[in-house]
């Protein structure tokens, strides 16, 4: 007997479905909570060990954000992610890049009608509108359909990276790439 539409199994729960299904409502429950608080201390690790390795670059190659600031664009990134959001901000800063900062991409999608953006740095994985949603809207209006976009990432996904390119995004960076991180994006802030 099939179960209704919020009760599925976690797929990170090492049960068959017929065992899963022999557990009571309330295991079911608590496994699923704990399940969905194991994914955000795994999300919050991931952006400590992304805020150490950004903090790592920044001491190892001070050189990258040496140079002058020259860009004068206006810069929209657009992530969940406070470290994210921060560590743009201080490689806008470098490039002399005006930023706006959205939470999600509903927030991402208001600053676009509101302000003259002329680069959007977007992540896939934000609450609300995610960034793959965000990228077709925008390829989907004639104002913004060549708006140079920039996907910052820690989706590795091959049907993420796909939708990406059919979106013709300027670049595809993942965040757990620190060297490539930063010079990447200071040298796309400065462009």
């Known amino acids: ?16 479905d017929e065992e899963w299904q022999q557990l009571p409502q309330r295991a079911r429950e608590v496994i699923r909570s704990l399940s969905q608080q194991v994914e955000q201390l795994r999300k919050s690790v991931a952006e400590l060990q992304l805020n150490e390795n950004l903090s790592a670059l ?16 206006r810069v929209l990134v657009a992530d969940d992610s406070a470290i994210i959001r921060k560590m743009v901000r201080s490689l806008a800063e470098k490039a002399g890049s005006q930023l706006f900062e959205a939470e999600d991409g509903a ?37 913004f359909k060549e708006l140079p976009v920039v996907m910052l990432t820690t989706s590795s996904d091959r049907h993420d990276v796909a939708q990406a390119i059919a979106g013709r995004v300027q670049a595809y960076l993942l965040k757990d790439n620190r060297e490539e991180l930063a010079a990447k994006l ?6």
Do not use: C, W, Y
């Not at 007997?1 to 049960?15: C, K, Q, T, W, Y």
């Not at 954000?65 to 664009?73: D, E, F, N, V």
């Not at 200071?186 to 462009?191: D, G, K, N």
């Open 1 to 16: 007997m099939p179960e209704a539409h919020g009760s599925a199994r976690p797929s990170a729960v090492a049960l068959t």
């Open 58 to 73: 920044f001491s190892e190659a001070p050189e990258l954000l040496a140079k002058p600031a020259t860009s004068g664009r």
């Open 107 to 143: 927030e991402a999608l208001r600053l676009l009608q509101e302000e003259q953006i002329d680069l959007l740095i977007l992540d896939i994985n934000m609450p609300k509108v995610n960034g793959l949603q965000v990228l077709q809207a925008l390829r989907a209006h004639t104002h």
């Open 186 to 191: 200071l040298q796309l802030l400065q462009a």
